[in-house]
């Protein structure tokens, strides 16, 4: 039987395609700034809905649903946040008709990886007190396990300045409302 063999120009040529072909893992829309916005999909909804539901079921608190609003909501806010690749506050419509959880992290990191950053948050959460300790932020994740809180929207995009990731989720209705527990 005789062996095959490949010119190395070919396997050049065919090396250079698989990296360069697009993945439907890694698609991206590109919104009118240039920065590259996670294209809405059910398996991007899922990880951040799954993520915030297994929060959400360990405090037993109701499950949240996906929100398309929300999630347009998101991406926009996400886009204008990977602009600049910062978390600073952006002036919005309506503050407090949604409530707002943002994320910056460096390299890629999906809807799971995003909400579990927040939900991480629960060991700077007392409930007795229902205050976070000292020195500690747990917004993020009082906000994930909000009761009132039924509707979410999420969306991540890629920095327009490197490849780290901005993540928006919005919440209807809102929570951390001052001196009410979440739950």
């Known amino acids: 039987m005789q062996q095959m063999t490949m010119s190395p120009s070919i396997c050049v040529a065919i090396l250079f395609l698989a990296l360069v072909s697009p993945s439907p893992s890694s698609a991206s829309i590109n919104n009118n700034n240039g920065v590259a916005v996670a294209a809405p999909s059910v398996p991007t909804a899922t990880q951040f809905l799954q993520a915030h539901n297994d929060a959400r079921r360990a ?6 649903t996906w929100n398309s609003t929300l999630e347009q909501d998101a991406e926009r806010y996400a886009g204008r946040l990977g602009i600049r690749c910062k978390l600073e506050p952006l002036k919005w419509d309506a503050p407090r008709i949604y409530g707002l959880n943002t994320y910056w992290g460096s390299g890629f990191n999906d809807g799971a990886a995003v909400t579990g950053s927040w939900v991480y948050e629960q060991q700077s959460y007392d409930h007795r007190a229902n205050a976070c300790a000292p020195g500690k932020v747990c917004v993020s994740y009082t906000q994930v396990v909000w009761n009132t809180t039924r509707e979410l929207g999420c969306a991540h995009c890629t920095c327009r300045s490197s ?4 993540a928006v989720c919005r919440y209807f209705p ?7 527990p979440p739950y």
Do not use: H, K
Request: charged share 20%; net charge positive; proline share 12%.
């Open 174 to 180: 809102p929570g951390n409302y001052r001196g009410v």
């Open 59 to 64: 405090v037993g608190v109701a499950p949240l």
């Open 163 to 166: 490849r780290d990731t901005v």
